[in-house]
């Protein structure tokens, strides 16, 4: 057995599986946890992107690997993001026809929905097993999808076009000089495999009525219920 290919995703797996014990013991915790990353995502990419322009305009000067950091942050978010917009039901949708379905129609599309949602998690992170089905994917199974993707460069430790790890860290703990891609990059196997479990959760949720859908369809129809006494004065 080639542990080498297998030990991302068991690494994966021990990953959902404990931070499935952990919501279910702190639920608050996690959901504080999520919130908090989201946030401080948000709140770096802000900052960076604020003093590159008054770097760039007020001195005529910049950081160099501002933009890539950007972008990589940008791409975290998304990454995480997709997962906790399934938890929370904010991901917009139209559910207009769906909702004219008798109930277990409707749950069962409900669900099917919830089901596509894993099944492009599943594809993202290894899409090789689609061979079974007759699917040629025409490349390795060991580097297909995310999983294969961030081996390789974990392997390979190439490092990013413009991020550097700072003189004091090279020189302190022998650090190579550009930032390895495999560390930008490990949101991608992990945001993906959230997104699964999300989306798995989801199924439960949908199947046993605690939940409508994975989507927020009547999102607008809410805010407006909410505030129809202000929209009357």
């Known amino acids: ?11 994966l ?8 014990q952990w919501e279910r013991r702190r639920p608050e915790a996690v ?10 995502l948000l709140a770096i990419i802000t900052i960076v992107a604020f003093a590159q ?21 940008f791409a975290w978010l998304i990454l995480f993001g997709m997962s906790y917009g399934i938890k929370i039901g904010s991901h917009l949708g139209v559910d207009a026809l769906i909702r004219l379905f008798p109930p277990r129609a409707f749950r069962a599309l409900a669900i099917f929905g919830a ?15 689609l061979t079974l ?26 490092g990013l076009d413009d991020l550097r790890w700072p003189e004091l ?15 930008a990059y490990l949101m991608l196997p992990i945001g993906l495999s959230l997104l699964a479990f999300r ?7 949908i199947w046993t009525g605690e939940r409508e859908l994975v989507i927020a369809g009547h999102e607008a129809e809410e805010l407006v219920a909410e505030h129809k006494d202000e929209l009357k004065g």
Do not use: H, K
């Not at 797996?13 to 499935?20: D, R, S, V």
């Open 169 to 183: 860290l090279q020189s302190t703990f022998g650090l190579q000089d550009r930032v390895q891609r495999w560390i």
């Open 13 to 20: 797996l021990l990953m959902i599986g404990a931070f499935w």
């Open 31 to 40: 959901a504080r946890l999520e919130e908090n990353l989201i946030a401080a």
């Open 1 to 11: 057995m080639n542990w080498s290919v297998l030990w991302p995703y068991l690494a």
């Open 133 to 158: 089905l007759g699917v040629d994917t025409s490349t390795n199974w060991r580097q297909t999808g995310a999983v294969g993707y961030w081996t390789f460069m974990f392997q390979r430790g190439t």
């Open 115 to 129: 089901a596509c949602v894993l099944l492009y998690a599943i594809i993202l992170i290894n899409a090789a097993w």
């Open 199 to 205: 989306s798995l959760q989801a199924i439960g949720q």
């Open 53 to 73: 322009v008054v770097a760039r305009y007020g001195f005529n000067t910049g950081w160099g690997g501002a933009l890539e950091l950007q972008r990589i942050l």
